[in-house]
C-alpha cells in the first residue's frame, strides 16, 4: 500500500488493476500472511519444486505429491460485475467471496470441493 500510495492514486489504481488482471494475489488483500502457499493460487509460479531448501517446504512438496489443494485457494476469474466482498459463484462449481477486482477480472477465495 505504501508503494501504492508513492505512485500517485491514478498509476496506483492502474497498479492494481493490473494486478488483478495478470491474477497475482497480494497478501493481506487476497490471502493472509503465514498462510499455506498453496492459498495463493500461484505456486507453479512462486515455488521451484528443483532448488534447495525454503520455509514450508515439506508441506508444499507433500501437497504436490499427493495432487491436494488447501482449503482454500485464491482463484482468478473473468469479472461479471461483482465488488469486493462480494459472493462469486459460476455454473462449474466454483463459489467464493471476491477479495479484488480489476482489469476485467476477480480474485476469488475459493474453498475446496
Keep these: 500500500s505504501a508503494l501504492l500510495e508513492s505512485l500517485g492514486e491514478r498509476n496506483g489504481a492502474e497498479l492494481e488493476s493490473a ?19 498453496a492459498e495463493t493460487g500461484i505456486v507453479s509460479l512462486a515455488v521451484s519444486f528443483t ?32 465488488s469486493v466482498g462480494d459472493t462469486y459463484g459460476d455454473a462449474e462449481g466454483n463459489s467464493g467471496i471476491v477479495t479484488s477486482v480489476g482489469g476485467g477480472k476477480v480474485l476469488v477465495r475459493v474453498k475446496r470441493g
Design 19 to 37: 494486478r488483478v488482471a495478470c491474477g497475482w494475489p497480494r497478501v493481506g488483500v487476497d490471502f493472509e500472511a503465514g498462510c499455506v502457499p
Design 51 to 82: 532448488k534447495g531448501c525454503y520455509p514450508g517446504q515439506e508441506l508444499v512438496e507433500r501437497m504436490d505429491s499427493r495432487a491436494t489443494t488447501a482449503p482454500v485457494t485464491v482463484r482468478h476469474f473473468d469479472d461479471p460485475g461483482l
